[in-house]
């Protein structure tokens, strides 16, 4: 089956401008992560959705950013009056259910550059 | 603070060589996992070794753990020039947010053919 898909692949946007970050997971997957990993860095946790549940936005690193996830699928990054400092790859993953135990599957990921 | 560091930070090695990778982690964990990243197939899971093991094989692929040390080490045996990638070792959080993963910042592999 399909993997995990975001869109866009590359994002390029003026400092201030708002950008939004969509990743669908896979199907049947309760659990979803997004992260950001800097130049020649290791991921970051930004946020977790499972299920119905209220997500852990316990990393998300300003009130500037913000996620939701509808109807238990696709799931949308959202960064207000971006700065240089958000540019860096976005990863989103999904995982069968909202454990370490289980595998993560991650998307290709979105580029954002912040000029 | 991150939770795994690894170590070496990059490892330049001939074809057919092996390969060992190390990852240092400061708290209790339930598991610990080892992930691959490349630019043709993006982050991959690797391997998963619960916290009451001491030793895991998966192919070419043999990570162990000392809980005692909080240490893993993670190594490719008889390495390709495929094997190139940056290498991830990532752990629970913490007890409680068993879901959250904490990765370290990698170890750059290079495989000369």
């Known amino acids: 089956g399909a993997g995990v898909s975001q869109s866009p692949s590359n994002k390029v946007t003026e400092k201030g401008k708002d950008v939004e970050l969509r990743c669908d997971p896979i199907?049947?997957?309760?659990?979803l992560y997004w992260y950001r990993q800097s130049l020649g860095q290791g991921l970051e946790f930004l946020i977790y959705?499972?299920?119905?549940?209220?997500?852990?936005k316990s990393g998300l690193p300003s009130d500037r950013f913000s996620a939701e996830r509808t109807g238990g699928s696709v799931s949308t990054l959202t960064i207000q009056r971006t700065q240089q400092e958000d540019s860096a790859v976005y990863l989103c993953?999904?995982?069968?259910?909202?454990?370490?135990?289980?595998?993560?599957?991650f998307g290709p990921g979105t580029r954002l550059t912040v000029l | 603070s991150q939770q795994g560091e690894e170590d070496p930070q990059a490892l330049s090695i001939q074809e057919g060589e092996n390969a060992t990778m190390n990852c240092s982690y400061k708290?209790?964990?339930?598991?610990l996992q080892w992930y691959r990243q490349n630019s043709g197939r993006g982050l991959v899971h690797l391997i998963l070794?619960?916290?009451?093991?001491r030793e895991k094989h998966s192919g070419r692929l043999r990570v162990t753990l000392d809980t005692s040390k909080k240490s893993s080490s993670l190594l490719i045996t008889a390495s390709r020039a495929a094997d190139t990638a940056s290498y991830f070792c990532?752990?629970?959080?913490?007890?409680?947010?068993?879901?959250?993963?904490?990765f370290g910042s990698g170890t750059r592999l290079l495989v000369r053919p």
């Open positions: 199907s049947g997957h309760t659990a």
């Open positions: 959705f499972q299920g119905n549940s209220a997500p852990d």
């Open positions: 993953a999904s995982s069968l259910q909202g454990s370490s135990y289980n595998e993560q599957f």
């Open positions: 708290t209790s964990i339930n598991n």
């Open positions: 990532a752990t629970d959080a913490n007890m409680d947010s068993s879901y959250k993963l904490i």
């Open positions: 070794i619960r916290s009451n093991e």
